[in-house]
């Protein structure tokens, strides 16, 4: 499982550094599905998907069935595989026993039937979140190949909601709470800027990180900067070592005098956010290793079929949002295979304490804890607006004084 979270966890930076603006991905959701067509494909559209998903060749279908066995046990967690092919189409029996024993479905050759089928199979597996599935159906597609996922968690310690600040002005759903502690605060220092890293646990094991970069910082240099932190290329100052005042973006420490021991206290504000986005694969395919999977003069798949096949659309479909009690996302991807053609004082103790205010584009990443595997990933621009009848007051926030 190690080798298959770093490879995963690798094709996410990658991904990462194309990111220029609002969107969510799931490389975990990709991934899968480029190490069982790297199993059925010619030489050299074999060697092209094995450096993208960086495992040799001969081990993707291995490392793919291990991934998905680890998915399925994850706690918060529900992930499927789904193989469709057209009754005319005989794939190798060998590639088929590969995949998991109830993914295989038929595609009946009636295109607006096909396409109610496989948008019911989006819908069912990810709970209603992805209603469609990112795939284009023409009457030349032999094959459909699909991954489903979805997360859910709730916080260890939920926010309040009420106004929230955002680049300079109100008017946008925030979330503030103050936690106990400091070991879920660091600031890592990159060759771009100091990145602000806050990991917000959830009760499941599956935690989001937040991330606030310099200005200036492109969001791929941001979320490279929590990646880092995950396979420990960057060793993040950790929250009790900071020292005070402005110590990273968005970060103030303080260090106050106290009459009586009191803990570290870590207080975030944050927003809320919901993000949706539909990638197309193939409007990158060097990133995926598509580049010849998508053309038929480079031998095709013929570990999946004798039939002359190409991929002739691969996409993903996903969602996230992060809200007081907890964070929910779903992805579908889908690849479709076509035929050819302070105060001072005398108080004997001191506290710490960390005021974090995101309130600018940040990242943010889904981690499950304990493998460290990436689920989700995406970077916020335009937050959730503040709802007044939501809380019961209006939107500009009282004046003091």
Same mark, same amino acid.
């Given at each position: 499982?190690?080798?298959?979270?770093?490879?995963?966890?690798?094709?996410?930076?990658?991904?990462?550094?194309?990111?220029?603006? /609002?969107?969510?991905?799931?490389?975990?959701?990709?991934?899968?599905?480029?190490?069982?067509?790297?199993?059925?494909?010619?030489?050299?559209?074999?060697?092209?998907?094995?450096?993208?998903?960086?495992?040799?060749?001969?081990?993707?279908?291995?490392?793919?069935?291990?991934?998905?066995?680890?998915?399925?046990?994850?706690?918060?967690?529900?992930?499927?595989?789904?193989?469709?092919?057209?009754?005319?189409?005989?794939?190798?029996?060998?590639?088929?026993?590969?995949?998991?024993?109830?993914?295989?479905?038929?595609?009946?050759?009636?295109?607006?039937?096909?396409?109610?089928?496989?948008?019911?199979?989006?819908?069912?597996?990810?709970?209603?979140?992805?209603?469609?599935?990112?795939?284009?159906?023409?009457?030349?597609?032999?094959?459909?190949?699909?991954?489903?996922?979805?997360?859910?968690?709730?916080?260890?310690?939920?926010?309040?909601?009420?106004?929230?600040?955002?680049?300079?002005?109100?008017?946008? +759903?925030?979330?503030?709470?103050?936690?106990?502690?400091?070991?879920?605060?660091?600031?890592?220092?990159?060759?771009?800027?100091?990145?602000?890293?806050?990991?917000?646990?959830?009760?499941?094991?599956?935690?989001?990180?937040?991330?606030?970069?310099?200005?200036?910082?492109?969001?791929?240099?941001?979320?490279?900067?929590?990646?880092?932190?995950?396979?420990?290329?960057?060793?993040?100052?950790?929250?009790?070592?900071?020292?005070?005042?402005?110590?990273?973006?968005?970060?103030?420490?303080?260090?106050?005098?106290?009459?009586?021991?009191?803990?570290?206290?870590?207080?975030?504000?944050?927003?809320?956010?919901?993000?949706?986005?539909?990638?197309?694969?193939?409007?990158?395919?060097?990133?995926?290793?598509?580049?010849?999977?998508?053309?038929?003069?480079?031998?095709?798949?013929?570990?999946?079929?004798?039939?002359?096949? /190409?991929?002739?659309?691969? +996409?993903?479909?996903?969602?996230?949002?992060?809200?007081?009690?907890?964070?929910? /996302?779903? +992805?579908?991807?889908? +690849?479709?295979?076509?035929?050819?053609?302070?105060?001072?004082?005398?108080?004997?103790?001191?506290?710490?304490?960390?005021?974090?205010?995101?309130?600018?584009?940040?990242?943010?990443? /889904?981690?499950?804890?304990?493998?460290?595997?990436?689920?989700?990933?995406?970077?916020?621009?335009?937050?959730?607006?503040?709802?007044?009848?939501?809380?019961?007051?209006?939107?500009?926030?009282?004046?003091?004084?």
């Amino acid at each position: 499982m190690v080798n298959s979270v770093h490879a995963v966890n690798r094709l996410t930076a990658r991904w990462a550094t194309e990111v220029e603006d /609002a969107t969510v991905f799931s490389a975990v959701g990709v991934w899968p599905l480029l190490a069982f067509l790297t199993d059925g494909a010619a030489e050299l559209t074999r060697e092209e998907l094995a450096e993208a998903l960086g495992v040799p060749a001969d081990q993707a279908a291995s490392a793919a069935r291990e991934l998905l066995g680890a998915l399925e046990s994850m706690v918060g967690l529900d992930s499927a595989l789904g193989l469709w092919t057209r009754r005319t189409l005989e794939p190798r029996p060998e590639w088929v026993a590969g995949l998991p024993a109830e993914a295989h479905g038929v595609l009946g050759g009636d295109l607006g039937a096909d396409r109610k089928a496989l948008d019911a199979w989006a819908a069912e597996r990810t709970d209603g979140l992805v209603d469609a599935m990112p795939v284009e159906l023409t009457p030349l597609t032999e094959l459909v190949l699909a991954s489903a996922l979805v997360l859910r968690t709730t916080w260890e310690s939920p926010f309040e909601g009420g106004h929230g600040l955002w680049l300079g002005s109100f008017g946008r +759903a925030g979330l503030s709470r103050t936690t106990e502690g400091l070991d879920d605060l660091g600031v890592a220092r990159t060759p771009a800027g100091k990145v602000t890293r806050v990991v917000v646990r959830g009760d499941n094991g599956i935690d989001v990180q937040l991330l606030l970069g310099e200005h200036g910082m492109t969001p791929g240099q941001v979320l490279g900067a929590g990646l880092g932190c995950l396979d420990d290329s960057l060793r993040p100052t950790a929250g009790e070592r900071l020292k005070k005042g402005d110590a990273g973006p968005g970060l103030y420490v303080s260090k106050l005098p106290t009459a009586q021991p009191v803990p570290p206290q870590l207080t975030l504000d944050t927003v809320e956010f919901t993000l949706t986005a539909g990638h197309d694969l193939l409007a990158r395919p060097e990133l995926f290793g598509l580049s010849c999977a998508a053309d038929p003069g480079w031998g095709g798949f013929p570990g999946i079929s004798a039939a002359p096949l /190409a991929v002739g659309s691969a +996409a993903q479909s996903v969602t996230a949002t992060f809200s007081a009690e907890g964070f929910r /996302a779903a +992805a579908v991807t889908a +690849a479709g295979i076509a035929w050819l053609s302070a105060p001072g004082g005398d108080l004997p103790y001191e506290t710490t304490k960390a005021y974090v205010r995101i309130d600018r584009p940040f990242g943010f990443l /889904a981690v499950h804890r304990e493998t460290r595997l990436v689920l989700v990933a995406g970077w916020v621009t335009d937050p959730k607006p503040f709802d007044e009848d939501e809380y019961g007051y209006p939107e500009d926030p009282p004046v003091s004084g």
